[in-house]
């Protein structure tokens, strides 16, 4: 690997946390969301070679996830498996974690952002949880930035609708 | 003047400029209700962004970390970065274990009856004869002759793969269109589960396919467009 590579490599290690946050708040649960950055990070490492020095590694990181997870729920789906609910979460991990987990799952945030279609989930999560900036969200998720802010628009009001008030 | 909530959103976001944002800042001056709907906003989203920072202080687990540090030359999970990898029968050995001899061994018996469907190249294995026929031109609902066609998808480089079944052998594979020829991306035994095979149905295909797919398989119509565009 060259050592450019090996750079792209260290800086990945750096986005784990980012990318377990992006992770959660894409599928409201801790279990999948460590799956999905696990496959994300391998297919990252894969491709690393095409990563351009110079651009943002986050928003390809971001969309290597995204994209990761949007595989993992269709195959999911094709074998007849859903995402593990928030309560499930009692059965991965054992004793006091596995409590932390499910009520970390049952805040209702996650919840809220569970309910979300899965458009306006990612649109929220590029922007509100980790902060990118329309266009950068816009390009992670492959939409024109008038989409982008369209789904992020309906994705609020939804999250704004479910979760009451501001506080 | 009234604020859609779209552009209060945008503001609120920092990524409204110039007049539009001086235009909001007047608005808000004048009006309490607005001032409201921006705090709604602001409050939304450290609202969201906090419920999730719970990641950012965790200690990262160590399987994302050992996936993280994991040398390249073990990775042998992704098919399509195999595609540069020249094809060696020991590879595939190491790979899908259980079927490469016995598809070797099929593909010897089928090439004594016409012109072989495989050949090596550069590229690795690729299709030759009537598998390489069936994949430029067959569509899914065309009756079989010696192939049948299932999917056809693009893989994450952009190009065109399709699965496809031998009906002869027992025998269904992926190959991805590379270098004007088809790439042999897999193959695998499709003779258990019964005499009825379904393109695809061995496991091994499908969950080539999951890790290779990159939106959805074609439709009939974009199948038979790219077709007719020479899988280009």
Excluded at chain 1, 16 to 30: K, V, Y
Excluded at chain 1, 108 to 125: F, G, H, I, K, Y
Aim: hydrophobic letters at 45%; charged letters at 25%; a negative charge.
């Amino acid at each position: 690997m060259t050592s450019a590579a090996e750079q792209t490599r260290s800086d990945i290690v750096a986005m784990l946390p980012r990318l377990r946050r992006f992770a959660r708040a894409l599928t409201g649960s801790l279990a999948d969301a460590d799956d999905i950055v696990q496959i994300a990070v391998e297919r990252a490492l894969m491709r690393i070679d095409q990563f351009q020095q110079g651009t943002r590694l986050d928003s390809w990181l971001f969309s290597i996830t995204r994209n990761a997870w949007i595989d993992e729920a269709r195959s999911r789906t094709r074998r007849g498996k859903v995402f593990a609910p928030a309560e499930a979460g009692e059965q991965v991990g054992y004793g006091g974690e596995a409590e932390v987990h499910a009520k970390l799952e049952a805040d209702d945030v996650w919840s809220a952002m569970r309910e979300l279609p899965t458009e306006q989930r990612e649109a929220v999560a590029l922007v509100c949880v980790e902060g990118l900036a329309y266009r950068e969200a816009a390009d992670a998720l492959g939409v024109p930035i008038g989409t982008l802010t369209s789904r992020l628009a309906r994705g609020r009001e939804a999250l704004q609708v479910m979760l009451g008030g501001a506080t | 003047m009234s604020v859609d909530d779209e552009k209060l959103m945008t503001f609120a976001d920092g990524e409204l400029t110039g007049a539009e944002h001086a235009e909001i800042e007047v608005a808000l001056a004048e009006d309490a209700g607005l001032r409201e709907r921006l705090e709604a906003h602001r409050a939304m989203r450290a609202r969201l962004s906090s419920a999730f920072d719970g990641a950012l202080s965790e200690p990262v687990p160590e399987r994302l970390l050992a996936a993280a540090h994991k040398p390249r030359e073990a990775e042998v999970v992704d098919l399509a970065a195999r595609r540069a990898a020249k094809w060696s029968v020991r590879e595939w050995g190491a790979m899908a274990a259980s079927v490469a001899l016995g598809l070797v061994i099929g593909v010897g018996t089928m090439q004594q009856q016409t012109r072989p469907m495989f050949a090596t190249a550069a590229e690795g294995l690729v299709a030759r004869g009537a598998l390489s026929q069936a994949l430029d031109t067959q569509l899914a609902s065309d009756a079989a002759g010696a192939v049948r066609i299932g999917l056809s998808f693009r893989d994450q480089d952009g190009d065109y793969c399709r699965t496809f079944d031998l009906t002869q052998g027992a025998t269904s594979g992926v190959a991805c269109r590379e270098n004007e020829t088809w790439a042999i991306q897999l193959m695998a035994d499709s003779s258990s589960g019964g005499e009825i095979r379904t393109v695809g149905s061995s496991p091994e295909v499908i969950s080539s396919v999951e890790a290779m797919i990159s939106g959805e398989p074609l439709d009939a119509t974009s199948e038979r467009a790219a077709r007719d565009a020479n899988w280009r």
